[in-house]
């Protein structure tokens, strides 16, 4: 039986090749993808969503918009790495299919109330504003939650939006907050692992390769995306952060890490949105975080490569 998840997304050229990457694995049923406020604003990043779905066929897979700002904060946006579409780089043709009438928060709740419990899985790619106002509105959803694998955080690379904190618990650090306290299992694919995970321009023109659509529309996004992150970090590929969650569900063995605790900074301006982790448990706080600190980059790309060329 594949597994069920719902990605919750601010897409986001990685996003997008995380979607991808989650459409084209049968191991996993993508029931629902869930736009959030992030990289760009909303109403961008759910358009996104639609037209990544329909490049991978998948027209069928429902799109909804969720929350257009963080729970208490402005929305600190990401253009100068994403563009200003936040997908810029491919010309991907405007979406056919139209968003969901329901409101992505109400959605979360309501399918995480009727499936059975510990049956659904929560990718979530962007700031948790979505998983924190879903954790409000109806607290019960969080033993329902079969597991929270996220991308965000970073404790031994620091940061990369602020020195201290990496962009989705830095946009929305009270959602984060609620959602590391919420007692759901969680997993957090975090910049130290990313920033292992870089797409040098071998890897890219392999994915360009394949020769389908969506390996030429992933070389065209990501190489628009990385261009920043280039001339930023100096190495030889940009971090690739988003799939690492999808990667990690459908080959956990390229990643390691520990259980530990990790708290999230809400209230320091100097460091707000750092994710506090106790890798080395010198506090008794409650482990809640499965934090993976390491990635096999020839592994998940290999994995990558294979499945994008499963798609259209
Ligand atoms: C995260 O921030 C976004 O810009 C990316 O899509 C990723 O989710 C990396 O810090
Ligand atoms: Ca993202």
């Given at each position: ?22 459409l ?60 200003d ?7 991907l ?40 106002m ?26 990369n ?43 890219l ?14 070389y ?5 995306s990385?261009?920043?992150?280039l001339k ?72 990558l ?8």
């Amino acid at each position: 039986m594949p597994r069920k998840i719902i990605i919750d997304t601010d897409p986001g050229q990685d996003d997008a090749v995380a979607i991808l990457l989650a459409l084209a694995s049968p191991e996993l049923e993508v029931l629902g993808i869930v736009a959030v406020a992030g990289n760009v604003g909303l109403h961008h990043n759910a358009n996104n969503a639609l037209k990544i779905a329909e490049l991978a066929g998948r027209a069928d897979v429902p799109v909804f918009a969720g929350c257009a700002r963080p729970m208490r904060r402005t929305l600190v946006t990401a253009e100068h790495v994403h563009g200003d579409t936040g997908l810029n780089g491919p010309d991907l043709p405007q979406p056919k299919t139209a968003l969901q009438a329901q409101h992505g928060v109400d959605y979360i709740i309501d399918t995480l109330m009727a499936a059975e419990p510990k049956s659904i899985t929560l990718c979530t790619l962007g700031p948790l504003t979505n998983i924190g106002m879903a954790l409000v509105k109806q607290p019960a959803i969080a033993e329902r939650i079969a597991e929270i694998v996220m991308m965000g955080g970073g404790y031994f690379e620091a940061g990369n939006i602020t020195p201290a904190a990496e962009f989705n618990i830095y946009v929305d650090p009270e959602a984060a907050d609620l959602v590391m306290r919420c007692g759901a299992p969680i997993t957090m694919m975090t910049l130290d692992v990313t920033h292992q995970i870089q797409s040098t321009p071998e890897r890219l023109n392999a994915i360009r390769a394949i020769g389908n659509k969506s390996g030429t529309a992933v070389y065209e996004m990501l190489t628009f995306s990385e261009s920043f992150d280039l001339k930023k970090y100096g190495w030889d590929g940009a971090p690739l952060h988003d799939p690492t969650v999808i990667a990690y569900l459908l080959r956990p063995e390229l990643f390691d890490g520990r259980l530990c605790n990790v708290t999230i900074e809400t209230a320091s301006e100097l460091t707000v949105g750092m994710t506090v982790a106790d890798y080395w448990h010198v506090t008794d706080r409650p482990r809640n975080v499965n934090y993976m600190r390491n990635g096999n980059a020839v592994g998940f790309y290999a994995l990558l490569l294979e499945r994008l060329a499963l798609l259209p």
